[in-house]
């Protein structure tokens, strides 16, 4: 059951990042898709955290690194109650709280200004050391992306974790979560910078390291109690994902990297979603009242 209720939200804040990124005209839609069900994990299934109060001292916190796929975490806070889900469209524009990246002066409950890829593993093992000083429980959970992590700073970074804080404060409670998708801005990984062998890389480092399917929501959870049972170390969980999830024409291309869609092709992708045949759709559309006013939405932004 708690799988099901992480589907339906997932399924929803995949519609929201479609949504979102056809009235920007501009954004990450692969790399949004391909995270989102490990973001929907961490805010509706494990985080300590408190929407109403973003900066309470003892809350967990989720840094993402690859700040280019904030239009899935803008979803999932939207969704968490964060602020309200109406502000979403606002994605990108002058004035806006919801930046192309992460802006933390901007939103509350953005734990760290991200996007000049390679800094948040930085960031979050500040973050969790300076938590593990002042005697807090909380966790840090950090989402990499594997283009990024070619970027030879999360390699000093990943270096420096294990030893950190040893022996008293070591960071057992720093999470890293790669979204391994295969693809980065406009080719697949293993044809710009290879980053196999991966998992043995990390372990290499000293960290206790997790391999899973990253939109199955039992790994996931799995994978975060591995984490949080690990004692002595900080962890690392390798989550196989696919980019542009959810939708047929998006998946696995790099040209999706950073596209928007028009809005035909964002009216495909929402029919994809919600796993409705081509056939049956006009149905769909007569039966569910907010999904043919989105539709309607989306429509009319192509004038």
């Not at 973001?39 to 109060?53: G, I, K, T």
């Not at 930085?122 to 300076?130: H, R």
């Not at 950073?258 to 092709?265: D, I, L, Q, R, V």
Request: proline residues 6%; neutral net charge; aromatic residues 6%.
């Amino acid at each position: 059951m708690a799988d099901a209720r992480l589907a339906t939200i997932a399924r929803e804040c995949r519609v929201q990042i479609i949504r979102m990124l056809t009235h920007a005209g501009s954004g990450h839609p692969g790399g949004s898709l391909s995270v989102i069900d490990v973001l929907v994990s961490l805010f509706f299934a494990r985080l300590r955290h408190d929407p109403a109060r973003p900066a309470w001292a003892d809350r967990d916190r989720v840094v993402l690194s690859k700040g280019h796929g904030v239009p899935a975490l803008y979803a999932v806070m939207a969704k968490a109650r964060y602020f309200d889900e109406a502000r979403l469209p606002s994605l990108r524009k002058l004035g806006s709280p919801l930046q192309g990246h992460p802006d933390r002066t901007a939103l509350p409950g953005i734990e760290a200004a991200t996007g000049s890829l390679g800094q948040g593993l930085s960031i979050a093992i500040g973050e969790a050391l300076g938590l593990r000083l002042a005697g807090s429980s909380a966790r840090v959970y950090c989402v990499v992306g594997d283009g990024e992590s070619q970027e030879g700073q999360v390699w000093e970074a990943a270096m420096s974790a294990p030893k950190l804080g040893q022996p008293a404060h070591p960071l057992d409670n720093l999470c890293v979560i790669v979204d391994y998708n295969k693809i980065q801005l406009d080719d697949f990984v293993a044809r710009v910078l290879d980053l196999e062998p991966l998992v043995e890389k990390w372990k290499a480092f000293g960290w206790a390291v997790v391999e899973i399917d990253g939109h199955d929501f039992d790994q996931i959870a799995k994978a975060l109690d591995q984490a949080e049972a690990i004692r002595g170390r900080p962890t690392v969980v390798v989550a196989h994902t696919v980019k542009g999830k959810g939708v047929s024409f998006m998946e696995n291309d790099p040209a999706w990297h950073g596209k928007a869609p028009k809005p035909a092709e964002a009216v495909q992708a929402i029919r994809e979603i919600l796993g409705v045949a081509p056939s049956a759709w006009d149905a769909h559309l007569a039966a569910d009242a907010p999904t043919r006013a989105l539709v309607a939405e989306l429509v009319g932004l192509g004038g």
